[in-house]
């Protein structure tokens, strides 16, 4: 059991469409905001068998992975991240 991942701490319901990002903050001593004025880019590759999303900052890279395919990861980011979202397909 991962005695980091909270029980459910962000409300019931199967989606986070209404969930409060101040919820989502606390939840977890480990999480943290970045301003949108830090970010230098985030870039989505599509990989063979997950996504892998990194967020670029100033000072830091933070990596990601995930099944969902790279389309529906970039259409998701890129009403919020505009020209900083970047969309890579990787060769196999």
């Given at each position: ?5 909270p029980?459910?701490?962000l ?33 989505v ?5 997950s996504t ?19 389309r529906?990861?970039s259409?998701?980011l ?5 020209p900083?979202l ?7």
């Amino acid at each position: 059991m991962n005695t980091e991942k909270p029980r459910n701490p962000l409300g019931k319901g199967s989606g986070f469409e209404h969930i409060d990002p101040k919820k989502v903050l606390a939840s977890n001593k480990n999480n943290f905001a970045i301003s949108f004025s830090e970010l230098v880019r985030v870039q989505v590759d599509e990989g063979r068998e997950s996504t892998s999303i990194a967020i670029i900052t100033g000072d830091d890279k933070f990596q990601f992975f995930t099944r969902l395919l790279s389309r529906e990861v970039s259409i998701l980011l890129s009403e919020y991240l505009g020209p900083k979202l970047v969309t890579r397909k990787l060769a196999s």
